[in-house]
């Protein structure tokens, strides 16, 4: 995935630039950046390894490092960013947050025979901001430039550019699949992924980007609007029931409430279909599942609490050890376990979603060894069918490393992918037939998926507006 923060001030713009892109580390664990303009210095940039150390503790001395009147920082689960590009339209910082998926037709089609050159990465796979730079440059101007790119583009692309002289460039990608906001401060602007990190900071949220709005931001003129917002828009739906932080609001509606909502729907099916009988606690999977539990229990009527524990201070959520028996020894010993809790208890679980499944074993084995009687599991949305196009979240190199889909071909190999929309559903003998093999697989005593219609309804944002394309393939 991944995430930016912006501002223009009147003053120092390092601060804000440093705490704004730290409150968007839950949407990436694999590099950040900032970049800053001075008018003595000129354009600036840093660039590190978050893999397994938090942003703060290596950006700690930007500023005896850098400085600027304004700044831009991002993090990324994908390539190095911002970049710093000269080209016809100057010299410039960029970063984005999306994915372009037709990187090699974009060379071929519009820069081979521009005599460019590309700094090779692992692989031999182009950094796609040097791309994406490469494409706006085609044109005379920014905002032309970047709507070529955005159309070029198969894939998403919301984008923070930081002028050599100080102005900022934000421009949301062009069917609106991330959100960008934008916030003023007494003379003082920025631009943001998340909301919450506009408000924490002063900043109040003036408005949010429309599809494909492009907008310059400068200390002289404040936000100008460079290139109209377009009607249709597609908002990655699973950016509410997951990846977005609970403090932040997209398109009106907030995300802790979106899941607390979440989990009630979910509740309110299982109590009309007899499924709440004897259970004893209702928790969410630390810490993304929580909010629906909370919804769910409240609902349902059933106490929330929490069996376990994880033990974040040594192990956060940042740190990833490289090999994969050093990952799954670091997520066991983080669950601490409240044996008052689990002991002889039956136990609901819901979590926001289950991509691979790949420690979801683990986690109900954990809770059998400590006592629980029974483990039943929830998870907040519908079951996921297809890797995400759009975004780098939910990413697959195949479509079997998706526990859904992974087994669906067990159960009916490739005849199983023409009925992806029956297994999908809780009432259908091939739905039916899902649930009890992940069951089985796991050792849960029951398990249920949020409908599409129920996620639907508890965002509450027209339907039309919004990509379910992970769970039903429809663009």
Known sequence: MGGFFGAVCRQDAMSD???GTDYHSHLGTSRAGMAAYDAEI???R???NIQNSPFRTKFEKIFDEMRGTSAIGCISDADPQPLLIRSNLGTFAICMVGVINNAEELIKNHLEH???YYSAMTGGRVNSLELLAALISQKDNFADGIRFAQQCIDGSASILILKDGGNLIAARDLLGRTPIEIGER???YCASFESFACQKLGYTVRRELGPGEIVEISRERGVEQLMAPGEKMRMCAFLWTYYGYPASTYEGVNVERMRNRDGAIMAQNDVKDGNVENIDYVSGLPDSGTPHAIGYANASHI???RPYIKYTPTWARSFTPQRQVEREKVAKMKQIPIKELIEGKNLLFVDDSIVRGTQLKETVDFL???????VHMRSGCPPIMHSCKYLNFSRSNSEMELLARRIIHELEGEEGSKHLEEYSRSDTERGRKLRAAICEKFHFSSL???SLEGILEAIGVDPCKLCTYCWNGKE
């Open 114 to 116: 521009s005599g460019r």
């Open 42 to 44: 000129g354009l600036q």
């Open 17 to 19: 630039v440093f705490f």
């Open 303 to 305: 106490p929330f609490a």
């Open 448 to 450: 249920e998926f949020q």
């Open 368 to 374: 059998y060894e400590h006592g629980a009687k029974a």
């Open 186 to 188: 007494e003379g003082d």
């Open 46 to 48: 840093d660039i590190h």
